[in-house]
């Protein structure tokens, strides 16, 4: 089960955190994987990285929310792999800020990589997958959503932009079932990631929060990385328009 020999996955954001261990994920189920980032050295570190373990990668620099960049990095993997069969949408930025604070330029910025960065990456992927009407398109969404019953604190614009995500991801699989592509989106709780590391949390809002998780601490990578294999497989042909929450029980505690 989830063999993913012969198919060719694009991973944006994949130079570190999350979407370098979906990369590996994918790697090791046989996909061929195309790592890109808005860092090119960072992004071919990851693809040596994949080649050392016996693996078959490339590496381009691709800042999503740039639809001329990401287009000439689609044709440019069509040209060099032929294909596009999987995308996982993993790229994102997070940085809180209270909402009486938050300017124009940084919400316009939030929405245009979280939001904007994905659908443009999602429609350019799915031009390539109807040709061989198989496609899986992956979107990383947050439980920082909206309904769901979190709503915290500094993320007004994230939280904008990641359930964006999940409406775009129930069009999106609605539009393009008959196509044989299926979309989902995957919501994760807190991960250990640069990203959290970078958010800063104080020690005790930490302890919190992982009070609050009845598994009783952040997840790993990893945790994520699996599901993210069992939605771009044959095996998940049946799912699509779904958004899986992964968060310790966070959200049902
Ligand atoms: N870590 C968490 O707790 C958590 C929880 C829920 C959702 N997420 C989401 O998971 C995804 C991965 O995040 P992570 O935690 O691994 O963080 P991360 O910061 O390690 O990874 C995000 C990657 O996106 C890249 N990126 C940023 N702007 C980009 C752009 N314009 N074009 C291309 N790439 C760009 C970054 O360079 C980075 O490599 C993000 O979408 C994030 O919002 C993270």
């Not at 964006?164 to 250990?192: F, H, K, Y």
Request: charged share 20%; hydrophobic share 45%; aromatic share 6%.
């Amino acid at each position: 089960m989830f063999e993913l020999k012969n198919k060719v996955a694009l991973i944006t954001g994949a130079r570190r955190g999350m979407g370098k261990s979906h990369a590996l994920a994918l790697a090791k189920q046989g996909a061929k994987v195309v790592i890109t980032d808005i860092n090119q050295e960072e992004c071919q570190a990851a693809a040596d990285e994949i080649k050392s373990m016996g693996g078959e990668a490339a590496a381009f620099k691709m800042d999503v929310a740039n639809a001329a960049e990401v287009n000439q990095v689609f044709d440019e993997v069509v040209k060099q792999f032929g294909r596009v069969d999987i995308l996982v949408n993993n790229a994102g930025i997070y940085q809180p800020k209270p909402a009486l604070e938050i300017t124009e330029e940084e919400w316009n910025r939030m929405i245009d990589i979280n939001l904007k960065g994905e659908f443009l990456c999602a429609q350019r992927a799915a031009k390539e997958m109807v040709k061989n009407k198989w496609g899986r398109i992956i979107n990383i969404s947050s439980i920082d959503s909206g309904g769901v019953g979190i709503g915290l604190a500094g993320g007004a614009h994230y939280a904008a932009s990641k359930g964006g995500v999940v409406g775009m991801t129930e069009v999106m699989a609605t539009e393009w079932a008959q196509l044989g592509i299926t979309v989902n989106a995957i919501a994760p709780g807190a991960i250990d990631t640069p990203m959290i590391a970078a958010a800063q949390i104080p020690e005790e809002a930490m302890k919190q929060m992982i009070a609050g998780i009845p598994v009783g601490r952040i997840g790993r990578s990893e945790e994520i990385s699996a599901a993210v294999v069992f939605l771009a497989s044959e095996e998940a042909s049946y799912v699509t328009g779904a958004t899986i929450y992964i968060d310790g029980g966070w959200l049902a505690a």
